[in-house]
């Protein structure tokens, strides 16, 4: 599953995993070119499937890619661009085989600030949103800390993890599971990821569901620093901001979410084709795949989905 994420000069990071090895790859110039893919490292029992495969971070002047194994181990690999080199495996949960489920995410803060967040079942065996920071590129990471544990018991145990920060404002997205309901909610730190007072649901409906629906959403900040959210029930596609009601978007799922200064770009996947809509404007299909990531470069959107095994991308200019 590939991931793409922009740095704030514009230059598009991509990472994905293949058999046992984490990738990476660039833009060079053009938002839809990269480089051909470099393997970062090679890890026993790597997870790609699903959207718990590697993700990634970048400033201007570090990359971090995280990624999970099947006996439930996160670790980081950090890029120090100026030096042109990968560190080492870097072990991120403080306490070993928690992170079983593999749906875990990172973002920037700030040029050196990272922040994991990720479901972890330390202590009762039960799913809970922990999270850990690193203020040195990714090269070492604080204690861990539980960010939400549900008091129904575990949060929805198969649903992606996102994290949005910028300084020392940190958003974590999560599907929770309470009183039988699967809906999403955000929790956030605003004193750089060391307590999250504020867990608040999104939304006014709510998703009544005996399982998991293994789907969990996207979250970005605006260029004013705002959270804005995309995630499904039922069937139905919606955003919204914390506190308000929500907007339905379209039918699918696995909707992700990018911000810039021209507005919201999304994307989703319905009965095996990728759809992206930016704003308001009507949905555009991209072709055949599942499971797009988008990244904003300047005027133009970037989105890579998988199809068929192999990753495809595309390059679309955004209008205001």
Known sequence: MPVVVADQAGTVHLTFGQDSTIYYANTNGQPGSFSPPVA??????LVTTAKR????????SYVVITV???IGDLFAYTLDRRAGKWSGAIRLNDVPDVAKEGFQAV?????????AAWLDLRGNGQNKIVGTTSTDGGRTWAANRIIYQSPGGSVCECCRVSVAARNNDVYVQFRNWLDGSRDLYLAHSSDGGRTYPSV????????????CPMDGGGLALTPSGNPTTVWRRENTLYT???GKPETPLATGQNVTLASGPA???????????VWLQHGSNVPVALGKGKMP????????????WEADGQIMKEAIAVKK
Do not use: Y
């Open 40 to 45: 970062v490292a090679s890890l026993h029992g």
């Open 53 to 60: 495969g590697p993700q990634i971070a970048a400033t201007d």
């Open 68 to 70: 999970v194994n099947k």
């Open 107 to 115: 973002a920037s803060a700030s040029s050196s600030t990272f922040h």
């Open 200 to 211: 608040q649901k999104l939304g006014i409906g709510t998703w009544q569901l005996a399982g």
């Open 240 to 242: 919204c901001q914390p």
């Open 263 to 273: 507005g919201n770009v999304m994307a989703w996947d319905e009965n095996g084709t």
């Open 293 to 304: 990531s988008l990244a904003l470069s300047g005027k133009s959107t970037v989105c890579v």
